[in-house]
């Protein structure tokens, strides 16, 4: 599986932006899908999520970015993206999109060690 982040740059505080992964290699609805960032200094940390639990999309989220940032995914395209509204130079970081095989839970899918397959990352600035 490889993934390809795009749409990344830079942006004043209170803009948007919106991120996009292409995933090759296998179809995104067998895979649990999340974006992570990572601050300069600062660990990994999950962003978003989405996966599929008897038929039904879940989504999920940190929480100093809900009602901000939506994740969705287009099957047709095996895209996965990240709108990003209202940003805050707090968001400042590399994003990373990454891709799980199989199920994930509600807490599993914010563990990033779950996760075998990751793009190359992509900046977001957002300036104050």
């Known amino acids: 599986v490889q993934l390809v982040e795009s749409g990344g740059g830079s942006v004043q505080a209170g803009g948007s932006l919106r991120l996009a992964c292409v995933a090759s290699?296998?179809?995104?609805?067998?895979?649990?899908m999340a974006w992570f960032r990572q601050a300069a200094g600062k660990e990994r940390t999950f962003v978003a999520g989405i996966n599929r639990l008897a038929g039904r999309t879940n989504t999920f989220y940190r929480d100093t970015v809900k009602g901000r940032f939506t994740i969705a995914d287009d099957n047709a395209k095996s895209t996965v993206f990240l709108q990003m509204n209202s940003l805050e130079s707090e968001d400042t970081a590399v994003y990373y999109c990454?891709?799980?095989?199989?199920?994930?839970?509600?807490?599993?899918?914010?563990?990033?060690?779950?996760?075998?397959?990751w793009g190359q990352g992509i900046q977001v600035t957002v300036s104050s």
């Open positions: 990454a891709a799980a095989p199989g199920a994930t839970t509600n807490i599993s899918i914010r563990d990033k060690r779950i996760f075998s397959y």
């Open positions: 290699g296998r179809t995104i609805d067998s895979m649990s």
